[in-house]
């Protein structure tokens, strides 16, 4: 699904200086062999042929959407040129309606689907970047295909990691001792360097958010049953994947600042629940920009939010995001039919 803001505030705006990964982009998001995973099999032959643009136009547009956008830490795709598969980040996100780092529901009807799907490719570079982006929002299972998570991947892989030289991966797999010390500080929550387990310390971030807001709640609200920690801790740590422990700790405080949410509306009514910060992104973007704003008015609907990095899903379009898209569709298709 390629939302209308795509093209004013989305990754079509970051590339109007390179049409051609433009016109990618949006193409490889609702091509007809792609899938809800983002992750699938197209040929530059076949791109240049459905998108109007020579083949060596298509794998350098390939090759520019595999590069991060300024200021960004990760690409919009992998590509392996070899087995001409494409990993688009952020398209299983915006396919199954999810928030960037979002959780499925472990009972949800179309995880067997999706592991379906994922078992079809058979790029261990691929299928470790899809794992690693995923792994915890799809309920994947651990690798399968004889690579684990902390080897990197595959050398040659557009918009891929580094990986781990082989003379290292041999000398970890054939030192029982070094294994043996790492499964204990696993077990402690240290991986193989030394550092706190990323898990680990984003709980600790979650439970500290949590203090936070729980501190605001008695000082604001003070009486009926308190909201229980281990029903949003889960969600907090969700919203650590976008946010930093600050940002979220003015979220909070801007709820609390809020005097609509405060009981001074038409209903009387005081909207004190966490849910009004940790359910999804869009709140925490609505409070953080209550905030800017001194934290006072109504927070409706229309307003303005702050701009969210590009792999974070799109706003709700505006009547002016249709119109742009409209002319711009307008526009690639007298493009393609006057060639």
Known sequence: MLAP???TRGTGKHLRKHPNAQRLAAYLMSAPTSNMIGLYHIAPPTIAHEVGMTV????????ALGSPFEGESKSFLAWDPDSEMVFVRTMAYRQLGLDVGERLKPKDKRIPNILKLVKECGNPALLQAFWD??????????PWWGQAPSKGHRRGIEGGTKSIPQEQ?????QDPLLSDQQTGQTELGIDEVGTPDPES????????VWVHWLSGWRTKVGRGREPTEKVWLDKIVTRLNTYSVEDLKAACDSQWANPYLMGDNPDRKKYCGPEQVFESNMRVE???????KGGDGDPGPNQPVRRLPYLVPDPEPTEEDHAAANEALANMRRDLFSA
């Open 5 to 7: 803001t795509f093209w």
């Open 56 to 63: 060596e136009e298509a794998e350098g547009a390939l090759k």
């Open 133 to 142: 982006e995923y792994h915890n929002a799809l309920h994947l299972p651990d």
């Open 169 to 173: 991966e041999q000398e970890q797999e």
């Open 201 to 208: 310390e984003k709980r600790s971030q979650a439970k500290e």
């Open 286 to 292: 609505k409070r953080l920009s209550q905030a800017a």
